[in-house]
């Protein structure tokens, strides 16, 4: 099953991890796509997006219009929030201008610190 760890870390971990990547050749293990803030995964991860990625998850390829049907929702308003989760990483665009989510589940992974 591929699955995708959408996390909180630090600009600085994460680069360090591309880094390590890129010198030994060796990818992680599991696809992550990370936040610098749990702000920030928030904001892109919001409940009409949520229910989106719920939508998409194991579906294939589809059209914005395909993706609005399937939630039930607009199209102007699917298309705003298909925008923002390309822009994280989150959906791809395929060759044919179809979005996808390639994964089958989604990990949400941060830690809260006592202030």
């Known amino acids: 099953m591929k699955i995708v760890t959408l996390n909180v870390r630090d ?11 890129w010198k030994t050749g060796k990818s992680q293990k599991s696809a992550r796509i990370s936040f ?5 995964l928030w904001r892109v991860l919001t409940e009409k ?4 990625l719920k939508v998409l998850c194991g579906a294939g390829p589809v059209s914005i219009r395909e993706a609005a049907r399937l939630i039930g929702r607009d199209v102007k308003a699917v298309h705003g929030d298909v925008t923002a989760l390309l822009n994280a990483g989150i959906l791809i665009h395929t060759d044919d201008r179809r979005i996808v989510f390639p994964f089958e589940a ?3 992974e941060f830690l809260l610190h006592a202030a």
């Open 11 to 21: 600009p600085a971990d994460s680069m360090a991890d591309f880094t390590r990547a």
């Open 106 to 108: 989604v990990k949400v």
């Open 49 to 52: 997006r949520w229910g989106l």
């Open 36 to 40: 610098a803030s749990p702000e920030l």
